[in-house]
């Protein structure tokens, strides 16, 4: 005889088949879910999320943190001369005699450097734009130039342009302007940002503010300093100086303002030349070479003692004035 179960229905099941029904039937009346030993991550919610944010922006903060506004003060019982300078475009079809003598002109009479961006090239992605330097040259010969302006503690601070920031906005790679600090004990700027120079003579302090930018919104065909202008008014007030670059277009405009009250404040406002003479995307945009009066920065003597300054055209100029 088989060993199994006859059911009332005349169904039989075999007695290994019974075993595994009870079996099942079993297990169904115990827990059988899965318990993971092994955490996957570890999870955080809102507070913990919160909590890492505010910790993350106080470590960037204290680490990469570039200031709005610096001040320096200059002990002097005589004028200074500041060089505002930008767009020298190392690598492109740009003027070093002209550069390297405006450069020479300003440390043979110890005059102070700002620098305004665009001081490399930089078309590292594409080498059809003929460079006559690599990218990697063309960073060291700008911090060359820095080194030249700073001897000394004589550069005040610098601006980070388009091309010369290129490389950290597309790779978050370092640029010319890592440790500016640290090498040159020079402020980095970026965007608008404020620079008060104080002239100590012993007997008081004469402070001249300045507002700068490497670029600004604003443009016009009667005013090539109409981006400068635009940003005293809309960020500078208070300002006695705007400069901005970026443009290739040289300007200098002269204006006074009428405040609330009636006092009248005379200010300046810049737009800086540059170096780069031309190249293929200036020509093909129908821009015009640049020549001697188009090219360069301007000398800025500040006087001590009293508020008084001046704007001369030509840093060389702006030198031999010094040296008499």
Do not use: C
Not at 50 to 58: A, D, F, N, S, V
Not at 114 to 136: E, H, K, Q
Not at 305 to 310: I, S
């Amino acid at each position: 005889m088989k060993e199994g179960l006859y059911y009332p229905d005349g169904s039989y099941s075999t007695k290994d088949e019974v075993r595994r029904k009870v079996l099942v039937e079993e297990l169904g009346k115990r827990d059988s879910s899965l318990r993971h030993l092994t955490i996957d991550g570890f999870q955080r919610n809102f507070d913990d999320w919160t909590e890492i944010m505010i910790r993350r922006q106080k470590e960037v903060t204290e680490l990469l943190t570039i200031p709005e506004s610096v001040e320096v003060v200059i002990d002097s019982k005589h004028p200074i001369l500041v060089w505002v300078v930008a767009d020298i475009h190392s690598g492109g079809d740009s003027d070093y005699v002209r550069f390297s003598q405006d450069l020479k002109a300003v440390k043979e009479v110890g005059g102070y450097s700002i620098p305004v961006g665009d001081l490399t090239n930089s078309y590292f992605w594409s080498p059809a734009m003929n460079d006559i330097i690599r990218g990697d040259e063309q960073t060291l010969y700008a911090q060359s130039a820095f080194a030249e302006m700073a001897k000394g503690g004589k550069m005040i601070a610098a601006f980070g342009g388009d091309h010369d920031m290129w490389a950290k906005d597309k790779m978050g790679s370092h640029t010319l302007y890592q440790d500016l600090w640290k090498k040159y004990k020079a402020h980095y700027l970026e965007g608008v940002s404020y620079i008060t120079i104080g002239i100590n003579n012993g007997e008081n302090v004469v402070k001249y503010g300045l507002v700068g930018s490497h670029r600004h919104k604003g443009f016009s065909v009667y005013n090539d300093a109409h981006a400068s202008l635009r940003q005293w008014r809309d960020e500078g007030m208070g300002s006695v100086i705007s400069f901005t670059a970026h443009n290739h277009v040289k300007a200098s405009l002269t204006q006074v303002h009428k405040l609330h009250g009636g006092q009248e404040v005379r200010f300046d406002s810049l737009a800086l030349g540059t170096y780069k003479t031309t190249d293929r995307y200036s020509r093909k945009m129908g821009w015009p070479r640049k020549g001697e009066e188009s090219m360069g920065g301007f000398g800025i003597i500040l006087h001590p003692g009293k508020e008084k300054r001046e704007i001369l055209w030509d840093v060389r100029e702006a030198a031999e004035r010094m040296a008499k």
